[in-house]
């Protein structure tokens, strides 16, 4: 059992947006949805909280996600994108308007 999960730690990685801007709940809706679409990723919005919480294969990478979620054209949500991938954590500061 140890090694299935060995083996998919190895496999996907850990992805938090920060998305400040979000004004309400068809905002989270609209964003979880879009980057639920990506293939394999499996995203959890939370309003209050400004974030998304996503685990994503190791071949998709940050810009697809953010792809996905600048490509809904909400104007107003900024991206903070911090990775948490093998235990290194990466910090890209990026805003879309």
Same mark, same amino acid.
């Given at each position: 059992?140890?090694?299935?999960?060995?083996?998919?730690?190895?496999?996907?990685?850990?992805?938090?947006?920060?998305?400040?801007?979000?004004?309400?709940?068809?905002?989270?809706?609209?964003?979880?949805?879009?980057?639920?679409?990506?293939?394999?990723?499996? $995203? &959890? /919005?939370? #309003?209050?909280?400004?974030?998304? @919480?996503?685990?994503?294969?190791? +071949?998709?990478?940050?810009?697809?996600?953010?792809? $996905? &979620? /600048?490509? #809904?054209?909400?104007?107003?949500? @900024?991206?903070?994108?911090?990775? +948490?991938?093998?235990?290194?954590?990466?910090?890209?500061?990026?805003?879309?308007?």
């Amino acid at each position: 059992m140890s090694s299935v999960i060995a083996q998919n730690e190895v496999k996907s990685r850990q992805v938090d947006l920060h998305l400040t801007g979000m004004t309400c709940s068809s905002c989270v809706s609209t964003i979880e949805g879009a980057l639920n679409k990506v293939p394999g990723v499996k $995203a &959890v /919005v939370n #309003l209050a909280m400004e974030s998304a @919480h996503v685990i994503a294969p190791i +071949n998709i990478s940050e810009q697809d996600l953010i792809t $996905a &979620v /600048v490509s #809904l054209d909400i104007r107003q949500v @900024h991206l903070r994108v911090s990775v +948490n991938h093998l235990k290194n954590l990466i910090a890209l500061e990026l805003e879309y308007f």
